[in-house]
């Protein structure tokens, strides 16, 4: 158990430039969840896979903004059109599929999150 | 839907005190709240959780956390703090409906000697 693994750690990026973020959640775990953390503020929700579904994104941020999970494995999260306003920490969660149990399913563990600085 | 407050932005403590960070919840039904600790530049780590059951729950690093759904309060608790302690401290419900899971603004812990 490796932990869930996030990549790059920081980016630096001009105005108006496309910027991707990759996560590779803990092996064995099959749901998978992208935040947005803002200074001083908790992480903000953003969307959510189950296997390469992706059952929740009403709540990224604007249409700039998509993930994918083309294999139920790894997960990128893409900003287009970057603007100052998406500089942030965006960190990736992963949990256990339901077959494991009520409780297991519940735990999300996260990575150490990619830095995102729009300049 | 679900949500926390968290009370107190920072929280000061001399080293070998009491720790209390304070949550209080809001749902309409019975919820899955956690503590989560984030040490700087570096991602979340879960500290407790409460699920269902004993209302008092211990988690790692001898903090623990009691359920109280009279009071709606889920505050986290340590009888002697340690330097390494110092960390900002996230409180967070899980939505019952969803997958998500929805934090407070953190508490930031500073512990002096």
């Known amino acids: 158990d490796t932990g869930v693994s996030q990549d790059p750690r920081h980016k630096i990026t001009k105005r108006g430039q496309n910027v991707t973020f990759r996560c590779d959640p803990i092996?064995?775990?099959?749901?998978l969840y992208w935040y947005r953390q803002t200074l001083g503020q908790g992480p903000e929700f953003l969307t959510y896979f189950q296997n390469e579904a992706q059952l929740e994104k009403s709540r990224l941020l604007s249409d700039r903004f998509s993930a994918e999970r083309p294999k139920g494995s790894f997960s990128t999260l893409e900003i287009q059109r970057t603007e100052q306003g998406d500089s942030a920490m965006y960190l990736c969660?992963?949990?256990?599929?339901?077959?494991?149990?009520?409780?297991?399913?519940?735990?999300?563990?996260f990575g150490a999150g990619t830095r995102l600085s729009v300049l | 839907a679900q949500s926390v407050t968290q009370l107190g932005s920072h929280v000061s403590v001399s080293e070998g005190a009491l720790v209390l960070l304070r949550c209080n919840y809001s749902s309409s039904v019975p919820p899955y709240l956690f503590w989560y600790v984030q040490y700087p530049n570096q991602g979340l780590q879960l500290l407790l959780k409460?699920?269902?059951?004993?209302?008092l729950v211990k988690g790692i690093n001898g903090f623990e956390a009691e359920f109280k759904k009279s009071e709606t309060s889920f505050h986290l608790t340590k009888p002697s703090a340690h330097m390494s302690d110092a960390a900002e401290y996230f409180c967070a419900v899980k939505e019952n409906s969803g997958y998500a899971l929805n934090f407070g603004k953190g508490t930031s812990l500073l512990v002096t000697p």
């Open positions: 092996s064995e775990h099959n749901r």
């Open positions: 969660a992963s949990s256990l599929p339901a077959i494991q149990g009520l409780l297991a399913k519940n735990i999300q563990y």
């Open positions: 409460y699920t269902t059951g004993a209302t």
